[in-house]
């Protein structure tokens, strides 16, 4: 199994899918941004944060 089919495998997984960020996170997010602000995420995750803040 390649990397590629072992990372789709991974995610398939509930617990790999992408979760609703902290409140704390969306409160901070919502105090100090307005829309069309840029966010710049420096993280280790799967970009769940990013995919989610990029929909709101």
Same mark, same amino acid.
């Given at each position: 199994m390649n990397t590629q089919e072992k990372w789709h495998e991974m995610h398939s997984q509930k617990r790999h899918q992408p979760r609703y960020p902290s $409140?704390? +996170?969306v409160a &901070?997010? +919502?105090k100090n941004f307005k829309t069309n602000d840029q966010i710049l995420d420096l993280g280790c995750g =799967? =970009?769940?944060?990013?995919?989610i &803040? $990029?929909?709101e």
């Amino acid at each position: 199994m390649n990397t590629q089919e072992k990372w789709h495998e991974m995610h398939s997984q509930k617990r790999h899918q992408p979760r609703y960020p902290s $409140s704390d +996170l969306v409160a &901070f997010v +919502l105090k100090n941004f307005k829309t069309n602000d840029q966010i710049l995420d420096l993280g280790c995750g =799967g =970009g769940a944060t990013c995919k989610i &803040f $990029s929909r709101e």
